[in-house]
């Protein structure tokens, strides 16, 4: 078995390129599907608005297939998008899902979105039954460890995120003040985070449009400078606004530039969504700005300098982590071959104890226990010493090739 991922990021593709690729949660599951179907054992996938990863395991006679034809479905209905994905396997594979999950990987360097993201991920590829053994394992041990190392590094002590980092480069461009009027559209996790940004800055109004107000948290809905508005109304808030920040989860823009009733001479509009919630078309207007998520990479301060001197004390942790998975993925492979052989030696002993059974006409439940102990202690003793050899066994190439030779011999599946 080997663990693949095949996957872009921020840095691979632009924010045009990552939302064309956007994969609705019907369709991602009718991919994990056919990714089953063409032989893959586990499947993950995780999609957030600054990466698209599918983590996978496959069987190794079959990985070099299965990879191809993965990448040709990701890839092959978005033109020019092919060249993108970076292909990584085995503890390369796992080595980058580490880094991603401790924010090493993120837009912004250690940042804590990632870590609830990462858990979804794997939750929901587990209820649906995509998920199994080792990519359990793999995102279980990946998050316990991103846990460990913000509490001993204090990587993420404090706050640093694509929202903070948005609010932060607005008040740097004295786009806050006592008179700012700002409209919310949409209130995801990123928009939450933003607003409560926002709550420490010098603002006049937030105007909040959202589908579902009921679902707002209470210190938003009470908070005295906040207006609640129904999504429908949410041009004529913009109108009147000096900032605007949207992120939505719809897979469409909500900002359109022909819906638009007018705009206040150089507004700032913040796109968090991918994909993009604020139409293309708005960006060339000379009277506003507009800042995706991309536009929000650069941050320069020393919270970031000191997070990024913390990158190598992570990597050098990671570097344990990785092959402490690696080495238990390896030893599940002998323990496949050690549940076959239990299963035959449960078979020869079933058979053995009947043959004893009408030979010694007993009748005493203690004789025929101590006997079927005996049988069974002695037919385990063959395939101890083998065992034992092939978990200690260093060179993995050896292993595998031996686990090979003793399935095709016992004429064992898989």
């Known amino acids: 078995m ?15 390129q990552r939302e064309k690729l956007y994969i609705n949660e019907t369709n991602q599951d009718l991919f994990m599907s056919e990714a089953r179907a063409l032989g893959t054992y586990e499947i993950v996938m995780l999609l957030t608005c600054g990466r698209f990863e599918v983590y996978y395991v496959a069987a190794a006679s079959e990985f070099e297939r299965i990879t191809a034809t993965l990448h040709s479905k ?83 002590q404090t706050p640093l995120s694509l929202s903070y980092i948005a609010v932060k480069k607005v008040r740097a461009k004295n786009h806050l003040t006592k008179d700012t009027i700002i409209t919310m559209v949409g209130l995801g996790k990123m928009g939450g985070l933003a607003i409560k940004y926002l709550f420490e800055a010098p603002f006049k109004t937030i105007y909040v449009s959202v589908r579902h107000p009921e679902n707002l948290p209470l210190d938003i809905l009470t908070h005295e400078r906040v207006r609640i508005v129904p999504f429908e109304e949410r041009y004529d808030c913009i109108a009147k606004s000096h900032l605007v920040i949207s992120s939505t989860a719809a897979p469409h823009t909500v900002i359109r530039k022909d819906n638009l009733k007018g705009l206040m001479p150089n507004a700032l509009f913040i796109d968090l969504a991918v994909p993009r919630d604020i139409e293309e078309s708005l960006y060339p207007l000379s009277d506003i700005t507009v800042w995706d998520v991309d536009a929000l990479k650069e941050v320069s301060d020393e919270n970031y300098q000191k997070r990024f001197e913390l990158i190598s004390k992570v990597e050098a942790m990671i570097f344990d982590e990785v092959h402490a998975f690696v080495k238990w993925v390896e030893a599940t492979k002998v323990d496949d071959l050690l549940s076959a052989w239990h299963k035959q030696i449960d078979t020869i002993k079933e058979d053995a104890m009947d043959t004893l059974g009408r030979k010694l006409q007993t009748e005493s439940d203690a004789d025929y226990a101590m006997i079927d102990k005996i049988v069974t202690s002695s037919l385990k003793q ?10 200690t066994m260093e060179n993995s190439e050896k292993r595998e090739a031996y686990i090979t030779v003793l399935k095709e011999l016992f004429g064992y599946e898989g």
Do not use: C, W
Not at 144 to 149: D, E, G, N
């Open 382 to 391: 063959m395939i101890k010493r083998p065992l034992e050899n092939l978990k």
């Open 2 to 16: 080997q663990v693949g991922l095949i996957g872009l990021n921020h840095q691979t593709a632009t924010v045009e």
């Open 74 to 156: 990701l890839a092959g209905p978005v033109s020019g998008t092919s060249a993108l994905f970076y292909t990584k396997e085995g503890v390369d594979a796992v080595n980058h899902l580490f880094k991603v999950t401790s924010g090493l990987d993120s837009v912004v360097l250690g940042e804590d979105q990632i870590l609830g993201q990462v858990k979804n991920a794997i939750a929901s590829a587990t209820e649906k039954g995509f998920s199994g053994k080792i990519l359990n394992k793999l995102f279980r041990v990946s998050v316990s460890f991103s846990k460990r190392i913000k509490t001993e590094l204090k990587i993420s």
